[in-house]
């Protein structure tokens, strides 16, 4: 598409996009979508297509995970993800 190369993921395109960032093929993820750092996204760009154009931008310091900064490990968040509601679950109410 516009001569830009791409693929087409084959499940989850937030879990291909971090995927892809952990094994150093790409510099970060531009997604609207906090679920990527489920999957282990560090640098993640939103709102690069919204019309205010602000871009915000979030690092996870590689030196400082999140698991030694709050407390949380993967299996932690994703539990944190299910509780609050996410792309998976509506969460609890």
Do not use: H, W
């Not at 760009?45 to 949380?72: A, H, M, Q, W």
């Amino acid at each position: 598409m516009f001569g830009l190369p791409y693929i087409i993921a084959p499940t989850e395109a937030e879990a291909q996009c971090a995927y892809m960032e952990m094994t150093n093929l790409v510099d970060g993820v531009v997604t609207d979508d906090s679920d990527v750092f489920l999957f282990g996204a560090r640098s993640v760009y939103k709102n690069i297509f919204d019309d205010r154009k602000y871009v915000e931008t979030y690092f996870v310091k590689v030196s400082v995970p999140i698991e030694c900064e709050l407390g949380l490990d993967r299996d932690k968040l994703i539990r944190m993800a299910l509780l609050l509601g996410s792309d998976y679950t509506e969460g609890v109410r």
